[in-house]
């Protein structure tokens, strides 16, 4: 896949990423390598290959799962500015 100059600018405006003039061919050219290459990987056979979480066969050590702090909800609430059926209340801020 190659990108135009046009491109790159765009997609650096939606990306809100300030790119100098001088080095929009730069990466134009560098985006369209990355594109290149990831079409030519989805062009390989990947039937026969099993999924992997992890490229070496180890075993993730966890810690025990007990509790090391004491429970200080009653607290904390009781220093909130508003609490409604044990939930904090907050302002909302979606538009």
Sequence with gaps: MSLCND?????AHLARLAID????DQYTQNLSSI???IAQMNTLDT???KPM???LDQIQRLRP???TEVDQRELFQAIAPQIEAGL???PKVIE
């Design 47 to 49: 039937d026969q290959v």
């Design 21 to 24: 003039p001088q080095d929009v």
């Design 35 to 37: 594109l290149d290459l």
């Design 53 to 55: 979480a992890h490229p």
């Design 7 to 11: 491109d790159v600018n765009k997609i």
């Design 88 to 90: 904090y209340l907050v």
């Design 65 to 67: 799962d007990l509790v």
